[in-house]
């Protein structure tokens, strides 16, 4: 005899697009939506019983419902809103939404900015996942493929060396990731405005930190991540090392003072870690 003892199940990769014609400036709003279920679902994977199955076609239809009926402010929001949602549904005891955001922006015409014609942001992506059960509503926000590259104010030396090491020391290279970052809120907030802030604040200390390592740059990051917005109250960041290596062009009688370099995608070094807000002292 076996004995089903987890279930999850939904609609994922549900697409949305959504245009706010409200003002003479139109707004697109360009989405990726998860559902997924857990509940009192055995019977039906056990006994083919479905009068608890909520069909997957209809979270999808759900999600255009409330889209409809949504301005889509924010991901966080509208996520929460599905999330409660479906939670009030027969046998459900657990709900996870995840939202995934392809930003648009405005092409600039004219002097100005073209009031219904986009241009892709790039392979950057905003992310909410909100889970909600009877215990409570979580929320997770965050971006991806956020691409940052200098090439100065980086250095890595000093590392310890063993019979297999052949890095050289060097003080002056180039920086290159593509940052992934999610971030927690306190409990109650009702605001996630708070992206840009968070964004900019990773983006700036990015270029204005004089790095000793990715490690070291990665935490005045997530230091700063967390200065921009009180509401934060942890930041997870996970940043590749990009590897551009200095090409040897002594070959062809040249010198290289920084100048030339390959970029390679494999291997990389990966660099995460979490930093939380510290308790403040009397």
């Excluded at 707004?27 to 997957?56: K, R, W």
């Excluded at 062009?249 to 807000?277: C, D, H, K, M, W």
């Amino acid at each position: 005899m076996s004995d089903l003892t987890w279930n999850r199940y939904g609609k994922s990769s549900i697409r949305l697009v959504k245009v706010r014609r409200s003002r003479d400036s139109h707004e697109l709003v360009d989405l990726t939506i998860d559902v997924q279920l857990e509940g009192a679902f055995e019977a039906v994977y056990v006994d083919g019983d479905n009068s608890s199955c909520l069909a997957t076609d209809t979270m999808k239809n759900t999600v255009y419902a409330l889209a409809r009926q949504d301005r889509l402010d924010h991901i966080e929001t509208f996520a929460s809103r599905l999330a409660a949602h479906f939670l009030t549904k027969p046998a459900v005891t657990g709900v996870r939404i995840g939202i995934v955001e392809q930003p648009w922006t405005h092409i600039p015409a004219g002097g100005g900015l073209h009031p219904h014609a986009f241009v892709h942001a790039g392979a950057e992506q905003w992310t909410a996942v909100v889970t909600a059960s009877a215990a409570g509503v979580a929320i997770v926000s965050g971006l991806s493929h956020l691409v940052l590259l200098k090439t100065t104010d980086s250095a890595f030396a000093g590392f310890p060396r063993d019979e297999y090491t052949t890095l050289p020391d060097t003080e002056d290279r180039i920086m290159a990731t593509s940052v992934t970052a999610t971030w927690m809120y306190r409990p109650g907030v009702s605001d996630f405005s708070a992206r840009a802030d968070v964004r900019r604040a990773l983006v700036e200390t990015f270029a204005a930190h004089l790095s000793r390592s990715v490690q070291h740059t990665l935490y005045a990051m997530g230091e700063a991540a967390l200065a921009s917005c009180a509401d934060l109250t942890a930041i997870t960041l996970s940043l590749p090392n990009r590897h551009h290596l200095l090409v040897d062009l002594a070959p062809f009688g040249l010198n290289n003072p920084n100048e030339i370099f390959v970029a390679t995608e494999q291997p990389y070094g990966l660099i995460e870690a979490t930093i939380t807000r510290g308790t403040e002292k009397a």
